[in-house]
């Protein structure tokens, strides 16, 4: 690798050996020219790096002449010849003829040097060597010679000029082992060179160039490289090995060296460097004794499971360790003063060999103790031991000597099966499957004991014993005595078939579990019910064709019936086999033992489908009856409250007007009595609407019709009650019209109701929504408010006849709860749907309709006035603004003013229009739905340019920064909500102006 500029402070400099001052005013005098300028001369050379030829100037200042002798240049070797037949007319040196003395000396002496050497000399550092350097130089020998010294070395320049420079300077500089990064093979290799750089002095006495004696290192260093990763490996692999491994040297047996096992085994650190007794005081002297016995004897000595107390933890108390260890001498020159300590902490495995022993004895007794009789063989089929319940069962130790001997046990099968009392052979016995490597569960056998006894049933299950290689070291089998079992499940059998039979004679679905709740069993009634093949219901499949509705209830008191061993009665819906769920009555109750322990359950279910639908059918009928009572004496009270009020003020006016003949309260009195008696009309109004309607008598004037008319209706019918509860009524109207066929009026009086109920049912100051729109083939329309809202109990009926919500205090205009039901009849009427929604009490309410839409009627297009604008003449103003009735009193100001106005609610409507007709002015809102009006100011800005007219912000927003954004858009004006008329004339002022200018032009002649 290469080194950095820095390398020369690591430089050995040693000291010119003549002495020669260096002079820093004159660093390469050349013979034959000043001080002064062969030092510049020097300097630009080095500088460059390319040189032209040098003149090449004899000592005293003249050339020499071609007849010199050239003796200087017949050593023997391949350079000395290539230099005697070198065409040096392009080397910087010139001829040898030429050289001065000083270099002639240097290269004989070099070229007969059996030690790599070069000298560069001159200006240029031209670059002479011997053969030896030639094996250094590669592939650059021979074009290497005579070329400049920087141009040989180019790639390590950095590297090696740093010492060049000090050579020059008079400075010799010794390195060993510099790493270089050098090209000498046609690509980089790493090398390694001690060398020595030194000034050489020509006739005059000055440095005329520098001389270097080399060899290259790479080979030792590669090979010390090697040994210190070597030793790195071993040492790394020393610190990580699993054991403790020490060395200790000496007649003290000083610790040369500890690894990290071997201090976490004695609890010590930084122990290297003290003797064994210094180190560990407390260690057996017998150890220690030992250590010198193998020091004198040269004899390894070996301890296995050797317990040695050692100090271990932050308290420093002794801890007993197990450990297996070698004191190993060490010989050297025919004498042991080294020992290698290696060994294995064997405390954690001595603990688990003692544990195992002591599982093993667990075993043993456990294997004692059971129940049921064990035995175990070996691989060959000997049986090596059995315990107590085993020699019980067969009345003597059932040893053998192997697999041959097995056919002595007598014993037949009782598995009912087809060999059902068929007799075992030697090979069927389960510990004999078992020794081939099989696993056996469940066999179930009768034997005959060895000492004559009544026979025994056994259930025989028998395991093969494996090593961790998979090889099979025998077997296990156990016997367990099942014969009072099998003889009480003859009798259960018997029973069970007895129950069957009465079960089945049942009209009663019948069925049973298990203490836990399991169904074991479902007689023949059940399953011609659900339709369902027998067992499928075993366990808690049964729910498979319980109704999903009522799966919790029925779960939930069967759980506690098993919790509480109380009877279980209750009634759900089963799937019949036919497809219908029918209502059942499910009970059952606990079958408990002589301790009292439930042992079964027995359960029925009863098919009470029609008994069900009768008694439901009646509590409906009679909840109907109850609420039609009900709200008949809400209605009547309500229509009592409602009639009264009226009349109690029309009573007062009229005994005002026999009491007074005042004209002023005259005229009072009969517009109290007018207004109470429009009121009274409205009433009788709307019951003889519902009644019409619920008597299907109301005729309806259809015809294609753009529903944003009817809101406007609507919204005029309803804008007295909402001003006067001073509401916010915010509509939201698409573009384009939205047609569809209906009563105009009806329509007109459905909507109204809408936003009459919406007003009522909201606290003063509140907030209504109006939105319509068209999707899926349907014109839709919503009312919303932020009102008092519709409880969960009442949503469901709030389309009802006479149903209202709760009178609040804040509701003072009554009404007899037909509304919305007039409203869901009329909509029916035109073929569509009302719906309701609300969150709950105080989350206000939302009022659906949608019905559906028809094409547009046919288009009657109006003529366009297409002249230019003249001075004094309407403008063409456009108004953008979402909502409706901000859009439209603007437009009826600036009507009033004589312009032609155009309005549109959504930015892209407007954008069109623009595009296609250009306006005059401009308003735009900037809060809109699809884009904002600085986004609008800009595409049209962009897509018109100077025909965009005079563009003017609305907002209701008036800081600094709001009118900044306007301006940054291109828009003229900011106008705040509400609009202030002298601002907006001082707009139109401006379009009037801009306008004129530009219909001049167009009318000037060209």
């Given at each position: ?14 000291s010119?050996?003549?002495g020669?001052?260096?002079r820093p ?19 630009t050379?080095?500088?460059s790096?390319?040189?032209p030829?040098?003149p ?16 200087f ?6 350079v ?15 001829p ?8 002639r000396s ?5 070229l ?6 070069f000298?560069?000399?001159?200006p240029?550092?031209g ?5 030896p350097?030639a094996e ?14 920087r ?5 390590i ?7 060049v420079?000090?050579a020059l300077?008079g400075?010799a500089s010794y ?10 093979s ?6 390694w ?34 040994r210190i990763?070597q ?13 403790f ?6 007649p003290?047996h000083?610790y ?9 085994l ?6 290297v ?11 057996d002297?017998?150890?220690i004794?030992?250590?010198d ?9 070996i ?16 801890e ?14 025919g ?8 060994g ?13 022993q002591?599982?093993?004895r667990?075993?043993d ?6 129940p049921?009789?064990?035995a ?10 059995v315990?107590?319940?085993?020699r019980e069962?067969w009345g ?5 000597a ?5 056919a002595?046990?007598q014993?037949?099968?009782a ?9 075992l ?19 179930i056998?009768e ?6 006894s009544?026979r ?5 299950q ?12 025998g ?12 003889r ?5 059998r ?6 069957r039979?009465i ?6 679905m019948?069925?049973s ?8 069993y479902y ?5 011609e019910?659900t339709g369902?093949?027998?067992?499928a219901?075993?366990?808690?499949g049964w ?7 009522d799966?919790d209830e029925?779960w939930?008191?069967?759980r506690?019936?098993l919790?509480?061993g ?7 819906r089963?799937r ?11 009970r059952?109750?606990p ?5 009292g322990?439930?042992?079964r ?10 008994q069900?639908?009768?008694r439901e059918?009646?509590e409906?009928?009679?909840?109907a ?8 004496d ?9 009639l009264?009020n ?6 007062t ?5 026999m009491m ?38 109301v ?8 529903l944003?008319?009817?809101?406007a ?5 309803a804008?007295?009650?909402?001003d ?7 509509t939201r109207?698409p573009?384009?019209p ?7 009026t ?5 909507v ?14 509140g ?17 919303w408010d932020?009102?008092?809202?519709i409880?969960?109990?009442l ?12 009178r ?6 009554g009404g007899l709860g037909?509304?919305?039901?007039l ?19 105080g989350c ?5 309709l ?17 002249q230019?604008i003249k ?5 063409k ?16 100001l600036?009507?009033?003013?004589g ?10 409507d407007?954008l ?5 007709e ?12 699809d884009m ?8 049209v ?18 800081q ?11 828009l003229?004006?900011h106008l ?18 801009a306008?004129?200018a530009a219909?001049?032009?167009a009318?000037?002649?060209?």
């Amino acid at each position: 690798m290469c080194r950095d500029r820095e390398i020369v402070t690591a430089v050995k400099a040693r000291s010119d050996p003549g002495g020669r001052r260096w002079r820093p005013c004159d660093p390469f005098a050349w013979p034959g020219g000043g001080a002064a300028t062969q030092g510049r001369n020097h300097a630009t050379a080095r500088a460059s790096g390319n040189n032209p030829v040098d003149p090449a100037p004899s000592p005293t200042g003249s050339p020499m002449s071609t007849d010199a002798n050239l003796r200087f240049l017949d050593a023997p070797g391949e350079v000395p010849a290539l230099m005697r037949d070198h065409d040096w007319s392009q080397s910087p040196l010139g001829p040898p003829e030429t050289w001065p003395q000083s270099l002639r000396s240097v290269v004989s002496l070099m070229l007969r040097s059996k030690f790599p050497m070069f000298v560069a000399w001159g200006p240029s550092l031209g670059f002479l060597y011997n053969d030896p350097y030639a094996e250094i130089l590669g592939s650059k020998h021979p074009s290497g010679l005579g070329r400049p010294f920087r141009d040989v070395w180019l790639e390590i320049w950095d590297d090696i000029d740093p010492l060049v420079d000090r050579a020059l300077h008079g400075v010799a500089s010794y390195i060993e082992d510099l790493p270089l990064t050098v090209r000498r093979s046609g690509f980089d290799e790493s090398a390694w060179f001690t060398f020595s750089y030194s000034p050489v002095i020509d006739e005059r006495g000055d440095i005329a160039g520098m001389y270097c004696t080399v060899i290259e290192t790479t080979a030792k260093v590669a090979a010390a490289q090697g040994r210190i990763a070597q030793m790195q490996r071993l040492t790394a692999m020393f610190e990580q090995a699993p054991g403790f491994v020490a060395v200790v040297r000496g007649p003290e047996h000083v610790y040369e060296i500890a690894n990290p096992a071997y201090l976490e085994l004695v609890g010590r650190q930084g122990i290297v460097g003290m003797s064994v007794r210094e180190a560990l005081p407390e260690l057996d002297q017998a150890l220690i004794a030992q250590l010198d016995r193998v020091r004198e004897t040269g004899e390894p000595y070996i301890g296995r499971r050797l317990p040695v107390a050692l100090p271990r933890g932050s308290n420093g108390e002794l801890e007993e360790r197990i450990v297996d260890f070698v004191f190993q001498p060490i010989v050297d020159d025919g004498r042991v003063d080294t020992i290698f300590v290696q060994g294995t902490d064997m405390t954690e495995q001595a603990a688990a060999e003692r544990a195992a022993q002591t599982e093993r004895r667990r075993l043993d007794a456990v294997i004692d103790s059971l129940p049921s009789g064990v035995a175990i063989a070996e691989p060959g089929g000997v049986i090596t031991r059995v315990n107590a319940a085993n020699r019980e069962i067969w009345g003597m130790d059932p040893t053998s000597a192997g697999l041959e001997r097995y056919a002595d046990f007598q014993g037949w099968w009782a598995d009912d099966s087809a060999r059902h009392g068929q007799q075992l052979g030697g090979d069927d016995w389960a510990l004999a499957r078992a020794i081939r490597g099989d696993t056996v569960r469940g066999d179930i056998v009768e034997i005959q004991p060895f000492d004559g006894s009544a026979r025994r049933t056994l259930l025989l299950q028998a395991t093969p014993v494996r090593l961790d290689n998979g090889e099979l070291a025998g077997a296990v089998v156990a016997q367990t005595d099942i014969s009072e079992r099998v003889r009480a499940e003859v009798e259960l059998r018997a029973s069970e078939a007895r129950f069957r039979t009465i079960a089945n004679a049942m009209p009663q679905m019948l069925w049973s579990t298990r203490p836990d709740g399991h169904a074991d069993y479902y007689n023949r009634q059940w399953y011609e019910f659900t339709g369902m093949p027998e067992g499928a219901h075993e366990g808690t499949g049964w729910t498979v064709v319980l109704h999903p509705d009522d799966q919790d209830e029925t779960w939930s008191r069967w759980r506690h019936s098993l919790a509480s061993g109380e009877d279980y009665e209750t009634q759900y819906r089963l799937r019949h086999h036919s497809g219908q769920y029918r209502w059942v009555l499910g009970r059952a109750v606990p079958v408990r033992d002589d301790r009292g322990d439930i042992v079964r359950w027995l359960g029925t279910c009863t098919d009470i489908h029609e008994q069900r639908l009768a008694r439901e059918a009646l509590e409906r009928s009679e909840r109907a009856l109850r609420e039609t009572d009900r709200r008949k004496d809400e209605f009547l009270a309500m229509l009592a409250h409602e009639l009264r009020n009226p009349l109690a003020p029309i009573s007062t006016a009229s005994q005002l007007l026999m009491m007074s003949s005042d004209p002023s309260r005259v005229r009072a009195a009969g517009e109290v009595i007018g207004r109470q008696v429009r009121h009274m009309t409205e009433l009788v109004d709307d019951l003889l609407d519902v009644s019409r309607v619920t008597r299907g008598l109301v005729q309806l004037d259809l015809e294609t019709l753009d529903l944003k008319t009817v809101v406007a209706s609507a919204i005029e019918q309803a804008r007295s009650l909402i001003d006067m509860r001073r509401h916010a009524l915010r509509t939201r109207l698409p573009s384009g019209p939205l047609w569809m066929r209906g009563d105009r009026t009806r329509l007109t009086q459905i909507v109204s109701n809408l936003l009459n109920n919406a007003a009522k049912y909201t606290p003063e100051g509140g907030e209504l929504a109006l939105d319509a729109g068209h999707a899926d083939g349907a014109v839709h329309l919503s009312v919303w408010d932020n009102g008092q809202g519709i409880d969960a109990a009442l949503l469901p009926q709030i389309f009802d006849l006479f149903t209202q919500a709760e009178r609040s205090p804040d509701r003072a205009q009554g009404g007899l709860g037909i509304g919305l039901a007039l409203v869901r009849s009329l909509v029916a009427l035109h073929g569509g749907t009302v719906t309701a929604q609300s969150a709950g009490r105080g989350c206000g309410a939302t009022f659906t309709l949608a019905i559906p839409e028809v094409a547009p009627p046919d288009a009657h297009p109006a003529g366009v006035d297409s002249q230019p604008i003249k001075a004094g003449s309407a403008l063409k103003v456009l108004v953008v603004d979402d909502n409706v009735d901000a859009a439209d009193t603007l437009r009826s100001l600036l009507e009033a003013y004589g312009h032609s106005v155009r309005v549109f609610h959504r930015a892209k409507d407007a954008l069109e229009s623009m595009l296609s007709e250009p306006a005059d002015v401009a308003f735009l809102d900037i809060g809109l739905p699809d884009m904002t009006g600085l986004q609008l100011a800009r595409k049209v800005r962009e897509s018109l340019g100077d025909r965009s007219g005079v563009l003017a912000a609305l907002s209701g927003y008036g800081q600094p920064q709001d009118y900044a954004d306007s301006r940054e858009a291109g828009l003229a004006f900011h106008l705040v909500k509400p609009i202030d008329v002298p601002k907006l004339l001082e707009v139109l002022e401006v379009g009037r102006v801009a306008a004129n200018a530009a219909a001049a032009v167009a009318l000037a002649p060209s």
